[in-house]
Structure formats: C-alpha cells, structure tokens
C-alpha cells in the first residue's frame, strides 16, 4: 500500500480534470454555505428561515432524482454536468450581484436554493455514474478515494476561510467565488469526450424508471441496503446535524470552539480512511465490512449520550466519522463495479432518494426529542437504533455474501 496507489486514478487525464473541477466547486460551495447561512442570520435572526432554505434545497433533490437518473443513463454524462454547472454558476452570480447592490431579498434565496437543489439532481448521478465512465475498475478505488478526501478536506478547512472572507469582504465576495467556481469547474469539464454508453431499454421516462427500480428490486443486497441506510439517515447524521452543539452546552457550556474541533474530528475520520481505503485495489466481504464499520459508528454515537470529556466526545466523532466513510466508500465502489454501465445512473438516483427522503423528517424529529429528552438521550438512542439497524442488515444471507 502506497502514496502511488492512492493517486493512481490522477494518470487518466480525464478524471483529473473532473476531479479538479469538483474539489474547486466543493470548496465555492463550502464558501457560498457559510456565508449564506451568515446572511441569513443577520437579516431575519430566524432559524425557521435558515430551515425553510433547507427544505428548498432538499425537496426538488427528492421530487427530480430519479429523473435525473434516468438522464444521467440516457444523455452524455459530461455534458449534463457541464450544463448543471453553468447554470448553477449563473444562478449564484445573480444572487452575488444582488448582494453587492444591497438588494438581495430572503425570497430570493429560497428561489436559487429550490434552483440549486434541482441542478443537483440532475448533475450528482451523472456524476457517479460518469467516474467508472472515464477510470478503469483497478482506479476505481482510488478515484472515490481522492473524491471523499478533496470534500473532506474542504469540510475542515472550508468555514473558516469563508468566515474570513465574509468578515474582510462581506457575503458578496463569497458568493461570488463560488460562481466563479461552478464557471471553472464546467471550463475543466467541458473538454472532455463524452464516453459512449449503451441505450436503456426502457422505453420513454417511465420506462426508464420502471427499468431502474427493477434493477434494484433484482438485487437483495441493494434494495436492503437502500432501505435501511434511508432510516440510518435519520438515526446517524441527523443527531450530529442537530443535536450535537446541544450536547455541547449542556455538557460544556458555550464553548464554539470545542463545537467545531468535534466537527473537525469527525472530518478527519473521514479523511483517515479515505487515505486507507484509497491504497486498496481489492475489497473482500464488502457487506460484513461496510455493515460493520456503520455498526461501530452507531455505537460511538451512542457513547456520546454517556457523559464523555471533551476527549472522549472527539475521539467518539473521530471513529464516527472513519467508520460512516468506510461504508460509503465500499458502497460507492460497490455500486461502480457490480451495476451495469447503461443502469448506474439511475440505480444512484434511487439511492439518493433513498438518502434524502427522510431528511427533513429527521431533523424535525431530533429537534423536536432534544427538547423532551435532551441531546445526551437523543444519541443514545440513535446510536442504538444505528446499531440495531445494522444487525438486521447482517441477518439476510445477500448481505453477509457480498463480496
């Protein structure tokens, strides 16, 4: 296992190039999130409108998925991510130019996230399903790797290069990187060749839906996994999403910094065993393995709600964070190698519905138990519902058997 192996995948030109036009439009997005959210503070001091932003985002993610799918499958891949890209770019301009004039409304940005929320369904199954497009199966690893590594990186050091920016230039100037960033992002992209894929069957859009669904429900191992990953949302991300800066103050009182070191330490799992798994060429027992990697996640989640120090409460996230990004990296790769080219697309577009359908529901519902029963309660039980989750998983035979 070496440095070499981890970067294999930047010897093909073309993913270079898409990596590279990513990890810049990770980081716009990076800059554009904070300094949305700081906008938004100083405008209406109202965590319903930072929520109401959220949903905006997230409902036509859920509602245009599987249409996206379905594209992704049908259409030039490059090209549908170039177009995404374009268009996302010359949404965040007009949101920079209203800023700079003083004229942006809030109404205004529930209009670019819903338009935001749209492009990317559109563009993140073309995405996934463009990487093994264009990276042989021996790179794959590493593609996913150097993937999850860049948006990591990016969600440590991230915040606060924007939280500087805003503080020397104002919201405008972080929006207006980020515009620049959708523009480079689709300059890098834009020449490369489409890669020829294979016609779907299906007939029309519903037959292309239809298609995909069947290919998922064909596979155990998939459809399972779908499912109670949707639940694991709920029980896993939306405890640190939420509930976590309560922990904090009930534990430690009003201490910010120690808030974003935890997040940090969480972000640093995830880079550890992006390093790791990006070395291997070979997964073995990648159901036992991803299953439980997240069972572990669930049971440091669950410690937290036992009173930890400082310490304990990182070194809790670090595992967290390393164990929840060996299952993704497993499940990505997985999907990558076993799923037909001319199905990826769409077989990613139900995953994603899969993750993002219950979502809002989960942040609601950690909200509304942090109130009744408090934070440390609150991750006890999702970390044991986490667990639970996964034991399950374990007990049916196409799980146990993938490989």
């Known amino acids: 296992m070496t440095t070499s192996t981890l970067l294999r995948s930047l010897r093909y030109r073309s993913f270079t190039l898409l990596w590279l036009g990513q990890t810049i439009s990770h980081l716009g997005d990076s800059l554009y999130s904070v300094a949305l959210a700081w906008w938004v503070l100083e405008q209406t001091g109202s965590a319903l409108a930072m929520g109401a932003v959220l949903v905006c ?5 859920v509602l245009f998925t599987l249409v996206g799918g379905v594209l ?3 259409l030039p891949r490059l090209q549908v991510m170039v177009f995404s890209d374009m268009l996302s770019g010359l949404v965040v301009t007009i949101v920079a130019l209203l800023a700079m004039s003083g004229n942006l409304a809030l109404w205004h940005v529930y209009v670019a996230s819903t338009l935001f929320g749209f492009f990317s369904a559109f563009f993140e199954p073309a995405y996934q399903a463009a990487i093994p497009d ?28 924007a939280a500087a920016l805003v503080a020397v230039g104002g919201t405008s100037i972080a929006f207006t990187l980020n515009a620049l960033s959708f523009f480079l992002s689709a300059a890098l992209v834009a020449p490369l060749p489409a890669a020829p894929s294979a016609q779907p069957t299906g007939r029309g859009m519903l037959g292309g839906l239809a298609e995909g ?7 155990p191992w998939l459809w399972v996994t779908i499912g109670l990953f949707s639940l694991v949302n709920l029980t896993a991300l939306a405890p640190v999403s939420v509930a976590l800066p309560f922990l904090v103050h009930e534990q430690f009182g009003d201490r910010v910094g120690l808030l974003g070191l935890l997040l940090s330490a969480s972000a640093a799992g995830a880079v ?29 989640l669950a410690a937290m709600g036992l009173g930890l120090d400082a310490a304990g409460l990182a070194l809790a996230l670090f595992t ?13 790769r997985t999907l990558q190698e076993l799923v037909p080219r001319e199905l990826l697309g769409r077989v990613v577009s139900i995953d994603m519905l899969g993750s993002f359908l219950l979502l809002p529901l989960g942040f609601a519902l950690v909200g509304w138990l942090v109130d009744r029963v408090g934070a440390s309660n609150v991750f006890l039980l999702g970390g044991a ?19």
């Open 320 to 332: 967290q964070g390393a164990m929840l990004s060996i299952f993704g990296l497993i499940w990505t």
């Open 213 to 219: 669904l069947r290919a998922v429900l064909a596979q």
């Open 272 to 300: 550890a065993m992006a390093l790791w798994l990006g070395q291997a060429r070979a997964l073995r027992r990648r159901g036992p393995l991803a299953y439980g990697a997240t069972l572990v996640a669930g049971l440091a």
């Open 134 to 161: 264009i990276t042989p199966r021996d790179a794959l690893a590493s593609a996913n790797s150097l993937t999850s590594l860049s948006r990591q990186l990016i969600g440590i050091g991230g915040p606060a290069l």
């Open 57 to 61: 985002t997230y409902a036509p993610m």
């Open 72 to 74: 992704a499958d049908r």
């Open 385 to 403: 519902s986490t667990a639970a989750l996964m034991i399950i998983g374990l007990l049916h035979p196409a799980v146990r058997r993938l490989d």
